[in-house]
């Protein structure tokens, strides 16, 4: 199983950026899914997340509002569009499989994730 995560950049405080993770390797259809990011000398932390069906979505509080998860389960691919960026959110972004098929709401504890993707820098300046 691979993740593959893209769309990361560098961009002015403001400004817009969509990640897209693409899973080859089996199907996420029945998993829930999330994205976490990591700063300079931070720990991984969730960003948000939506269950199998995408009926159910979680954010991080600071990013409530500006950041918007969604899934295509036919073409295997979760999507984070990130709004309104600052300079905080600035980090490593990583999505990442839930390991319990079926999950009726979303874990935001790294140790709940199955698989994670290699990650993608966002940098926001000032």
């Known amino acids: 199983v691979q993740l593959q995560a893209s769309g990361g950049g560098l961009v002015q405080a403001g400004d817009s950026l969509r990640l897209s993770c693409l899973v080859s390797?089996?199907?996420?259809?029945?998993?829930?899914m999330a994205w976490f990011r990591q700063g300079p000398g931070n720990e991984r932390e969730f960003v948000a997340g939506l269950t199998a069906s995408g009926t159910l979505t979680s954010y991080k509080t600071s990013v409530k509002g500006r950041f918007t998860i969604t899934r295509d389960s036919a073409n295997n691919t979760v999507d984070l569009q990130m709004n309104s960026l600052k300079p905080e959110d600035t980090a490593v972004y990583y999505c990442?499989?839930?390991?319990?098929?079926?999950?009726?709401?979303?874990?935001?504890?790294?140790?709940?994730?199955?698989?994670w993707g290699r990650g993608t820098q966002v940098t926001v300046s000032s």
């Open positions: 390797g089996r199907s996420i259809s029945g998993n829930a």
């Open positions: 990442a499989v839930d390991r319990t098929r079926a999950r009726l709401a979303v874990s935001t504890r790294p140790g709940d994730m199955e698989y």
